[in-house]
């Protein structure tokens, strides 16, 4: 069965930066898109970003364009998201998912989910 869990989350003040990572096993993991999600409290959860199978294309968010950026590690089997510039809108539970799809920007691509990391950016 396939596993993806994140670190790095925590509490940050605005401005600030952090750096998630998702590990993931019991997949090839250069066959999967790797993308990242979130979902604030009382709000859907969103797309942030995608890298593809080899990480030479990458797609965000409004949201996050020029302040996130995704990278993968394919002999590490792992996808991080570092997060630069940090707004108290930037607050949620932070997701990181696999598909087979390329360039992958719905929930309903990503079959396998980790179980999230808490983001809080304090103001």
């Known amino acids: 069965q396939v596993q993806l869990v994140e670190s790095g989350g925590g509490l940050v003040q605005s401005g600030g930066s952090l750096r998630l990572s998702c590990a993931a096993s019991?997949?090839?993991?250069?066959?999967?898109?790797m993308g990242w999600f979130r979902q604030a409290p009382g709000k859907e959860r969103e797309f942030v970003a995608t890298?593809?199978?080899?990480?030479?294309?990458?797609f965000y968010a409004n949201s996050a364009t020029g302040r996130f950026t995704i990278s993968r590690d394919n002999a590490k089997n792992t996808a991080d998201l570092q997060m630069n510039s940090l707004k108290p809108e930037d607050t949620a539970v932070y997701y990181c998912?696999?598909?087979?799809?390329?360039?992958?920007?719905?929930?309903?691509?990503?079959?396998?989910w980790g179980p999230g990391t808490q983001v809080t950016v304090s103001s």
């Open positions: 019991r997949l090839t993991f250069s066959d999967y898109t």
């Open positions: 998912a696999a598909s087979r799809k390329y360039r992958a920007v719905s929930e309903s691509e990503y079959p396998y």
């Open positions: 890298v593809s199978w080899r990480g030479g294309v990458t």
